[in-house]
């Protein structure tokens, strides 16, 4: 049987996160600067990019003060962490799942423009941080998505070509990133898409 390799976003895939980092920026927004990022813009913008590059977008809208990113991206992640733990749960669909490929003699992956704290969290709170090959951060490539760099280091170092690799992607950056990866994409809408059923066809 051929080997694959599955690699999981996490926000939006695996747990449904999206709305904490959303909230929990916007806080930190309100408390340094008094300013609120619309849903609107995080759906056309923001959503899928890591923190400090948001921060990035926001200063050269001229919204906020360079000097303050570090301020503003340290209370974001306090409050990040805040979130999960009260939100966060095991989540059995996603055990079963992970088990069932690496059952079947696959390879899996987790990489995410999240920081490395709040992805063990998350992933440990869901109950599936022990079951991957490889968990990759945007704290371990120079370009985060939507560049394809974490996705090909994957595929590099486990030995697997594009067309053996299968990524699952929510948010138009990701999707971006695997695309150009080359790799086969498997595009959702949600977590509640991400289950045995959804993959099984793949295997």
Known sequence: MLKKMFIFDLDGVLVEACDWHRDALNEALQEVCNYVISLDDHISVFNGIPTSKKLEILSKRGIIPAERHKEINTLKQEKTIQIIQKNARRREEKVE???????????????TNSIRLTTNIMLEKTGIKDLFDDILTNQDVQEPKPSPEGYLFLMQKHGYKSNDTYIIEDSPKGIEAATKSNANVIKVKNTEEVDLNLIRRFL
């Open 97 to 111: 799942m992970i088990k069932e490929i690496r059952n079947k003699g696959h390879v899996v992956c987790c990489y």
